[in-house]
C-alpha cells in the first residue's frame, strides 16, 4: 500500500491530525536536506513534501523562493532528487515523500518518474496544473505514485467537487489567496470550504499556505484532517544555513505537532 | 475582433498541442470569469463600438500604411511598406490591446489594475488607459530593465503608476510576469491582470492576439487600397509575439502572403545567448502556457540575452508555436548587431526612429529583399518607435548624453 494513504488512514483511525513538512531538495546542499528529512521525523512530522526547485516558481513567496535559487546554484535536478531520496530510504523505509513542483520539471523527466524506483516517492503535487487532471493528463504513467491536488478559496463548488474525487492520497487546502508564506487567514471561509472539500472526497483534506505559529496550527487542525508547513521551516533553514545548527527546527516543529494534537 | 477560419484555441485554449491554462489553482476562476466575460462582450455592438471608437480618439487609428521609398530603393527590389503603430498614442502596438482590456476590467467592476512590461511599452500603454479610467495601477518590471529603460519608467510613474523593479531570476520580463502572477493570486478578487503579450494562460493569448488584430484588419484595407492586391510578406518581430500575432491573425487563411516571425538572435542564435526559443528551443511550460521554451537539459528556464528588452523573454506565445510547427508562419532570428545596424539604417533613410525590437524585423529584410522581385509587396510592422532605446544605443555607440 501507498506509504502516504496508509499514514492517513492510520492517524484518522487514532483522531490524530497529521503534520506535513516543506522543504526544498538542495537547500542548502543535498547532504543537509537528507539530515533535515531526518530530524523532520524524528521531531514529529507525519509525511514530508520535497519540493522540487525550479527557475519560475509563481507560487512561491520570496521566502521559498530564494530557497528555490540556493537550491539552483547547486545545480540541483529531479534525478538528482530521486538519488537523494535513495540515500534517505536506506535508514527511513516508511515516512511518506511528497514531490512538490511545478509542471515544466516534472514533464521533463517522465522515465524518472515513471521507474520510481523501490517506490521511493509515494506522490507528486503539481502547483500549476488544473484540479481536475492529474500527471496521467500529461502522459506520465505510474502505478506507484499518487497525485494530490489543489483546491483554493477561490474554487467554485462544482469544481470542489470534481477535483476532491480526482485527488488521490490527501486534498491540499490552500487557505488563503496568495503565495506561500502570506499571512491572511480568515477561518469562516476555511471551515466552510473544507466541509464541502469533505463531502465530497473520499481521501483526508490537509490544509497549507499561510500557517506560520502554533496557534494558526491549532486553528486550521479543528477544521482539517492535517496541516502543512513551509516557509516557517524553510526560513530557519535560510538562517542556519551556514552552522547547520537546526535545534530551532526540531522545536517548532514540536511546537506545531502539540498543537494539533 | 474577427474571427478566422481556423477557430482556433479550442475550447481548453489549445492551438494544436500548445496553450492551455497551467496557473496555480486560485487563478483558475479568474480565468473563467474572464473568458465568460470576453465571450459575451465581443461580439457586443455597444462594446465593439467602445473599442473602436476609443481606438479612433484616444489612439489615433488607422495608423497609415506608409510606403518606405529610400528603403525600397536601399534593397532595389520589392516596395517596402510600414505598418506605423509607431504613430499609436504611446508610441507601439500595445495601446491597441490595453484598450480592449481596460473595457473588460472596468465591465468586470475590478478596481485594480495590474500588468508586467519589458521594454516599458506596456507598463507606458496601461498606465495610461488606468490614468484614463482613474484606476488604480501598478507595474512589475525587471530591475535591469528598469535601468535600460529608464524613460518609460518615469512616463509610468507621470501617468500615475507604481512601478515595482522586480529583482528576483534574471531580473527581465519574465520574472517581472512571475511577481504579477503572485500579485495577482494575492489580489485576485479586486484586481484584473492586464498581460501585455499573446502569452500566459488561456484566454489571455486569445484576448490579446484579437484586440491587436485591428492591425491586420487594417493591413487588409490598405492593401487593397495602396497597391490592389494582398501582401507577397509580412515581417514582424516576436518577443511574446503580440505584434506580429495581431498583423499575422487576419492572414492565417490567405497562403499568398508570407508570414514571417523574426525572434532577437542575442549574440547569435548559435552561441546559446539569445532569446529565439522557436527558432532555438523545445516545448515546456512557462507563466501558464505549453509552448516553446527557452530551457536547458534539466527542464529549467535558461537566461535570455538581446539588445532589445522587449524581447528579452524565453517563452514565446501558444499559437505562434502552433504556427510554426503547422508550418504557416515562418520564423527567423537576428542578432543584436544586425539589429543594430537596422536601427540606424532606417532612422537615417526613412527619417524613423524604429524602437529596438522592431529593427530585429528590419535586418530580416536584407535576406528577405533579395528573394523578390520589383513586383513585390512586403510589409514592415512598425510596432514601435525607438525614443525609448536612445539611452541604449547611446551606450553602445559610446556616446554619452
Known amino acids: ?261 | 475582433m474577427k474571427t478566422n477560419k481556423q477557430n482556433l484555441p479550442d475550447k481548453n485554449g489549445f492551438y494544436g498541442d500548445f496553450g492551455g491554462k497551467f496557473v496555480p489553482e486560485t487563478l483558475m476562476y479568474a480565468l473563467e470569469q474572464l473568458e465568460t466575460t470576453y465571450t459575451k462582450l465581443k461580439d457586443n455592438n455597444e462594446f465593439k463600438e467602445k473599442f473602436y471608437s476609443d481606438l479612433s480618439e484616444f489612439v489615433g487609428r488607422p495608423s497609415p500604411l506608409y510606403f518606405a521609398e529610400r528603403l525600397t530603393k536601399h534593397y532595389g527590389t520589392g516596395s517596402i511598406w510600414l505598418k506605423r503603430e509607431d504613430l499609436n498614442h504611446t508610441g507601439a502596438h500595445k495601446i491597441n490591446n490595453t484598450i480592449g482590456q481596460i473595457l473588460l476590467a472596468k465591465y468586470m467592476g475590478k478596481k485594480r489594475i495590474i500588468a508586467e512590461t519589458g521594454a516599458g511599452q506596456h507598463g507606458v500603454a496601461t498606465a495610461a488607459v488606468a490614468a484614463r479610467l482613474g484606476l488604480e495601477c501598478h507595474i512589475y518590471m525587471g530591475s535591469e530593465d528598469v535601468e535600460r529603460q529608464s524613460l518609460n519608467v518615469y512616463r509610468i510613474k507621470l501617468l500615475g503608476a507604481h512601478v515595482h523593479a522586480v529583482n528576483s531570476g534574471s531580473a527581465t520580463l519574465k520574472d517581472a510576469l512571475n511577481e504579477a502572477l503572485r500579485d495577482w493570486v494575492t489580489n485576485v478578487d479586486n484586481t484584473y491582470y492586464i498581460i501585455g503579450s499573446v502569452t500566459g494562460p488561456h484566454p489571455y493569448p486569445m484576448i490579446v492576439r484579437d484586440f491587436n488584430s485591428v492591425v491586420g484588419e487594417e493591413l487588409i484595407s490598405q492593401s487593397k487600397e495602396l497597391f490592389s492586391a494582398m501582401p507577397d510578406a509580412i515581417v514582424a518581430c516576436v518577443g511574446g509575439g503580440s505584434n506580429a500575432m495581431g498583423a499575422f491573425y487576419p492572414f492565417i487563411s490567405m497562403n499568398e502572403t508570407r508570414l514571417i516571425g523574426v525572434e532577437a538572435g542575442g549574440e547569435g542564435v548559435e552561441t546559446g545567448e539569445h532569446a529565439a526559443p522557436l527558432n532555438d528551443g523545445i516545448p515546456g511550460v512557462l507563466h501558464g502556457a505549453l509552448s516553446y521554451l527557452m530551457q536547458d537539459e534539466k527542464g529549467q528556464v535558461k537566461e535570455t540575452k538581446s539588445v532589445s528588452a522587449g524581447l528579452d523573454y524565453p517563452g514565446v506565445g501558444p499559437e505562434h508555436s502552433w504556427l510554426k510547427d503547422s508550418g504557416r508562419a515562418e520564423y527567423v532570428a537576428v542578432s543584436d548587431d544586425e539589429a543594430l545596424r537596422a536601427f540606424h539604417e532606417v532612422s537615417e533613410l526613412e527619417g524613423i526612429i524604429p524602437a529596438l525590437e522592431t529593427a530585429h524585423a528590419f535586418a530580416y529584410l536584407d535576406i528577405l529583399m533579395k528573394e523578390y522581385d520589383s513586383s513585390a509587396n512586403i510589409i514592415v510592422n512598425l510596432s514601435g518607435r525607438g525614443d525609448k532605446d536612445i539611452n541604449t544605443v547611446a551606450e553602445i555607440d559610446g556616446i554619452k548624453l
Open chain 1, 1 to 261: 500500500m501507498n506509504r502516504l494513504t496508509e499514514t492517513l488512514a492510520n492517524l484518522k483511525q487514532q483522531n490524530k491530525k497529521a503534520l506535513v513538512a516543506y522543504l526544498v531538495a538542495g537547500d542548502p546542499d543535498i547532504e543537509t536536506t537528507i539530515d533535515l528529512m531526518h530530524l523532520f521525523v524524528e521531531a514529529g512530522v507525519d509525511a514530508i513534501e520535497i519540493g522540487v526547485p525550479f527557475t519560475d516558481p509563481i507560487a512561491e513567496g520570496p521566502v521559498i523562493q530564494r530557497a528555490h535559487d540556493r537550491a539552483l546554484k547547486n545545480n540541483i535536478s529531479l534525478k538528482d532528487i530521486y538519488s537523494m531520496v535513495e540515500i534517505f530510504r536506506n535508514k527511513d523505509s516508511s515516512t511518506p515523500l511528497i514531490l512538490m513542483g511545478y509542471l515544466n520539471t516534472f514533464m521533463f523527466h517522465k522515465k524518472i518518474i515513471e521507474e520510481n524506483k523501490n517506490s521511493a516517492i509515494d506522490s507528486i503535487l503539481v502547483v500549476d496544473i488544473p484540479g481536475e487532471l492529474n500527471l496521467n493528463d500529461y502522459g506520465i504513467k505510474s502505478s506507484s505514485i499518487n497525485t494530490i491536488s489543489l483546491i483554493s478559496p477561490t474554487t467554485k463548488q462544482d469544481r470542489i467537487e470534481s477535483i476532491a474525487k480526482n485527488s488521490s492520497g490527501f486534498v491540499y487546502y490552500v487557505t488563503l489567496r496568495g503565495v506561500t508564506g502570506a499571512s491572511n487567514l480568515d477561518s469562516n471561509e476555511i471551515s466552510n470550504n473544507v466541509n464541502e472539500i469533505k463531502k465530497h472526497a473520499s481521501v483526508p483534506t490537509l490544509a497549507g499556505f499561510g500557517i506560520k505559529s502554533a496557534s494558526d496550527a491549532s486553528l486550521l487542525s479543528k477544521h482539517s484532517d492535517g496541516i502543512i508547513i513551509g516557509s516557517s521551516i524553510v526560513q530557519m533553514i535560510e538562517q542556519n544555513s551556514v552552522t547547520k545548527e537546526f535545534d530551532r527546527i526540531r522545536e517548532y516543529i514540536t511546537e506545531i505537532k502539540q498543537a494539533i494534537s
